[in-house]
């Protein structure tokens, strides 16, 4: 991350004491800077408290749990969450991707995959924004601000959902390949078996529908990737 000024702020939700002092070293030498939270309610208060650039939440905490703690977070912030899930755990995996989640990471974990994948979304989230807007029907982008918008009514996406968005509205009627669409949002490439991306577009397309999306629609090509549809409108 050469050439920033100001080190990034991560705050990291976890009980793990051995974890979290292993972390702080490791980030630190990338120009991390990593604040630890034992237990969820601390963790919403230092959220509340102080501004971080991402957050690192372990899904099985002491009291609140990490779950819990994200849909709390969502309401009142949409700062990009890496969640650490058991390995294997898929139900856990799959829930905390539609409560939120940009990215997950089953522990035990490599630290240099974390910092890959922290790397990854501190990239696409502090590009300097271009002041352009992208539009279909009535689905509107705003790359400068970051702002997506239905029938002029704002939508509260996640990072990872407004690229996904983003990427489907540039190229209206073409196939975007889930390879591209994992590159492009979550920063990596497409692992075999990963269902990310399609969990991602589920709750996309929810969003969007319940926004009052009737110009256009997200499309699978199976085994390929998804594409918006233009929708024409019904003549009376």
């Known amino acids: 991350m050469n ?6 702020s991560i705050l990291l939700i976890d009980d793990d004491r051995e974890l979290g002092g292993m972390l702080r070293d490791f980030l630190l030498a990338d120009r991390l800077d990593l604040t630890i939270a034992m237990d969820g309610e601390t963790g919403l208060e230092r959220l509340s408290d102080d501004v971080f650039d991402l957050a690192i939440l372990d899904i099985m905490l002491p009291g609140m749990g990490g779950l819990d703690v994200l849909k709390e977070l ?6 990009p969450v890496i969640m650490l899930t058991a390995r294997g755990d898929d139900i856990d995996r799959i829930i905390g991707l539609e409560f939120g989640a940009d990215d ?5 974990f490599n630290p240099r995959e974390l910092l890959a994948r922290i790397r990854a979304i501190l990239r696409r989230t502090q590009i300097a924004a271009q002041q352009a807007e992208l539009s279909i029907g009535s689905i509107s982008i705003d790359l400068g601000s ?8 704002a939508l509260t996406l996640t990072g990872t959902e407004f690229e996904i968005l983003r990427c489907l509205v540039a190229t209206p009627g073409q196939v975007v390949s889930k390879e591209h669409l994992s590159e492009v949002a979550l920063g990596r490439r497409l692992l075999p078996y990963d269902r990310s991306i399609d969990t991602h577009i589920s ?20 085994g390929v990737g998804y594409l918006l549809i233009p929708v024409r409108p019904k003549t009376p």
């Open 104 to 108: 997950y990471l089953s522990k035990p």
């Open 3 to 8: 050439g920033r000024t100001k080190n990034a």
């Open 146 to 153: 970051r702002t997506a918008l239905v029938n002029e009514n």
């Open 74 to 79: 969502r309401k009142i912030s949409d700062m």
């Open 203 to 222: 709750n996309l397309r929810s969003k969007l529908e319940k926004a009052g999306n009737q110009s256009a629609t997200i499309q699978n090509q199976r």
